[in-house]
């Protein structure tokens, strides 16, 4: 720490200065990690640290070659991984018997008493978290691999993606009795804050809601980009502790180690010296978990003794030696009275149940979630019909199931329409979709209301003195359809006048919050426009890419898919969007309004200029950088990134498991295909910028030579 506080500005062509302050920063960063996730202690302020990991991180794009495997920039992600490799798991990932009953538990308690032939024994109890299973392996007390559970005899590793946990040590601080090489057993997991912020967001951008944090989870992991599932705020509790040999007597002694290890272990856990305690714990936590900020379904019940865990030993399957309690899902019985069908903003229709209100733990239940067509198919569902409402992981209560045998003689089948509830058009059910759609984007109310609604929400235009339903009022009077419309408000004062709750102050508030969203940021009013798939973080990736809306508009799909965080699905909705005349028309109202449209202040420097006039197309999986990086050095030097291969392109950059097809195409267009060194090779190296054309570039082939080193 003191070699970093003592440092000045080095002098980085030393690669052993390098290779120093990359160490001593990757300490000290480490170490800050450790402080805040696991003691809540910030010994910095945030920018300082955020300084610390930006430096590093320079170092490494500098020096590829120095990076430590276990970075902490390794948090931020950015490794991009096609397919993940499968590996066996060492230990075979087993799971446990689940019982619902404390019958069961007493029964269990006899069985172990019976197995361990009246020896004394003490258990510990724990929570059971509701993620995904992982299995992490530590050597020499780094972190060396991250495998799922898979089909529990081999899983896919997600190293990448679960380096960016930031609760989980890269490097295990020393600890009694740290085995050499060791895995940990644990479950990752979504907070249950980060899971409803997650699909609050998911909600504004019209997007499908996920079902419950286990499935959040296990997508977040599932993800190519690990940058991306560093933005998932995801957690692990360590549950257990593999070596070949016996490094601990009893399990609660190895949650204590794996704790001074700097692995993160819920202390939720408990010794219980007799199944009566068990059943204390379980009792306890039957209502306290819903106080807990992580989903759980259970509690898991172990022997203590290690050595007694061996002697009653395992079934095919789990072992007797532990057992999960699973708490019942919270399930009530009431009447389906009606179905709403809800428009949402981007025209998706939600079936969603009217119920005689219930009790529901903790809350009172009105209304359901029932998903979408298949899922009424699926339940046979009548109106009228008692149905089984659940809780679960879930926030929004689902009708899981129908009490057949209650079905009164006067139930009526559900309809499901076929129009439009709210305009009357037609439905349609695009591909592949679940949803049936309402078309009529241009005049169906709830879909343009919502539009509204979006346009001046917190994240987009954020627009003081107008709130949802106020617009939704100016809406219904015919004053505002489209949020160009909002900025003639000002000229139509004496009609807000008139209107019922506004006064003099109200108007005055809400002109100033008009004429104050003009000074919005372009990439909030991308957001803003509500096109379908731009989320806040994509209309800040295209805005900071293209950064006026004129060059967005001229982009092809193909081009903008090419943009970190950009796929094709979201680029060919954009461009959908951009050519509509209606938008066309709605982009020149807002110009002429005074909204921004385009990214204000300096463009940032380009490093050098040796790449413009040439396109490259990014093919494959690469080594020393991730593709993000790549993507910006090539855009940072002045080069421009395209998604296809044409005779124009000048390179493909090809990465590891490129696919065949656009091997051939560049060969047959003979385009030169360069490996990601070769690339390097083309820009400047740290420090001076050569000049175009210097002897560095001269090895490389010149677009429109094959290249020779492939
Ligand atoms: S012990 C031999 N402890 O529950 C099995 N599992 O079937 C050892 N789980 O998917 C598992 N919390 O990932 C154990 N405190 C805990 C747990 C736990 C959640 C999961 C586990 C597996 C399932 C057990």
Redesign the pocket.
């Known amino acids: 720490m003191n070699r970093l506080a003592a440092s000045g500005p080095l002098l980085m062509s030393d690669s052993s200065a390098v290779q120093q302050r990359i160490l001593a920063l990757s300490e000290r960063l480490h170490h800050l990690n450790h402080q805040y996730y696991q003691l809540d202690i910030s010994e910095i302020p945030d920018q300082e640290f955020d300084q610390l990991l930006a430096e590093l991180q320079q170092l490494e794009t500098e020096h590829p070659g120095l990076a430590l495997a276990n970075s902490p920039t390794q948090r931020v992600g950015g490794t991009i991984t096609k397919q993940f490799p499968t590996a066996e798991h060492r230990y075979p ?4 018997g ?1 019982t619902y009953s404390e019958d069961d538990l007493r029964e269990f308690d006899e069985r172990v008493q019976r197995g361990l032939e009246g020896a004394p024994y003490t258990y510990v109890c ?9 299995s992490l392996r530590y050597e020499h007390g780094q972190l060396t691999q991250g495998v799922t ?1 898979g089909d529990g005899t081999r899983g896919d590793v997600v190293t990448a993606n679960v380096r960016t946990i930031r609760t989980l040590p890269l490097a295990l601080r020393p600890g009694p009795n740290q085995p050499e090489d060791f895995e940990v ?3 990752v997991f979504m907070p249950l804050p980060v899971f409803a912020e997650l699909n609050a967001e998911r909600e504004q951008n019209g997007d499908a809601l996920l079902a419950n944090p286990r499935n959040a989870a296990s997508g977040a992991l599932k993800l190519q980009n690990s940058a991306q599932v560093a933005a998932r705020k995801l957690r692990f ?1 360590a ?2 502790l593999l070596t070949p040999g016996r490094h601990f007597a009893c399990h609660s002694a190895a949650l204590e180690a794996l704790g001074s290890y700097g692995l993160p272990v ?1 202390d939720t ?1 408990r010794r219980c010296a007799t199944i009566t305690e068990v059943l204390d714990f379980v009792h306890q936590w039957a209502t306290q978990r819903f106080d807990f900020p992580v989903a ?1 379904d259970g509690i ?1 019940i ?1 022997v203590d003794d290690l050595r007694q865990q061996d002697q009653l030993g395992y079934t095919a399957k ?2 007797r030696w ?1 057992i ?1 309690y699973k708490y019942p899902a919270e399930a009530a019985r009431t009447r389906l009275n009606e179905v709403l069908y809800n428009v949402g903003r981007t025209g998706a229709v939600t079936p969603v149940a009217v119920l005689t209100p219930v009790a529901l733990a903790g809350t009172v239940v009105k209304r359901a979630t029932l998903h979408n067509a298949n899922q009424i198919e699926l339940l046979d569902l009548r109106l009228g019909d008692l149905v089984y409402v659940e809780k679960g992981g879930e926030i929004i209560p689902k009708i899981t199931g129908v009490d057949l045998s209650a079905r009164p003689a006067e139930a009526v089948p559900i309809v499901y329409p076929t129009a439009c509830p709210a305009c009357g058009t037609a439905l349609v059910r695009p591909e592949g979709e679940a949803h049936f759609r309402c078309p009529n984007e241009r005049g169906c109310p709830p879909q343009l209301k919502a539009r509204l609604e979006h346009y001046i929400s917190r994240k987009a235009l954020n627009i003081d003195g107008l709130g949802a339903e106020t617009v939704g009022r100016f809406f219904d009077l015919g004053l505002v359809t489209t949020p160009a419309d909002i900025y003639e408000l000002p000229a139509r004062r004496a009609e807000l006048v008139t209107m019922e709750r506004m006064g003099q102050k109200s108007i005055d508030n809400l002109l100033a919050g008009i004429e104050a969203s003009q000074q919005v940021p372009f990439p909030r009013v991308l957001f803003g426009l509500g096109i379908r798939y731009v989320g806040e973080t994509v209309a800040q990736k295209l805005a900071a890419h293209y950064r006026t809306i004129d060059a967005l508009r001229a982009a092809s799909a193909e081009e903008m898919a090419a943009v970190p965080e950009v796929g094709s699905v979201i680029a060919v909705a954009a461009s959908e969007w951009f050519q509509q005349p209606e938008n066309q028309r709605e982009l020149e109202r807002l110009r002429q309004a005074g909204v921004q449209l385009e990214v204000t202040g300096e463009a940032p420097v380009p490093a050098s200029d040796r790449l413009v006039g040439l396109t490259f197309v990014l093919s494959g999986v690469f080594e020393q950088h991730s593709r993000d990086e790549l993507q910006q050095l090539i855009i940072s030097n002045g080069g421009k990134i395209t998604g296809s291969i044409s005779k124009k392109l000048s390179y493909l950059v090809a990465g590891e498991n490129m696919g065949p097809a656009k091997r051939e195409k560049a060969l047959g267009f003979k385009v030169p295909i360069i490996s990601e060194t070769e690339l390097m090779v083309l820009l400047p190296g740290p420090g001076e910028a050569p000049a175009v054309g210097s002897a560095m570039a001269a090895p490389l082939p010149g677009p429109g030579q094959q290249s020779l080193l492939l």
Do not use: F, H, Q
């Not at 990932?93 to 446990?96: E, F, H, I």
């Open positions: 990932m087993l799971s446990l689940n724990e929570l059971k978290i509701d993620g995904v299973a992982m559970r057993r644990g479950e509790y549950y257990s819920s856990w759980t898991v172990k789990s072992p532990a999960a």
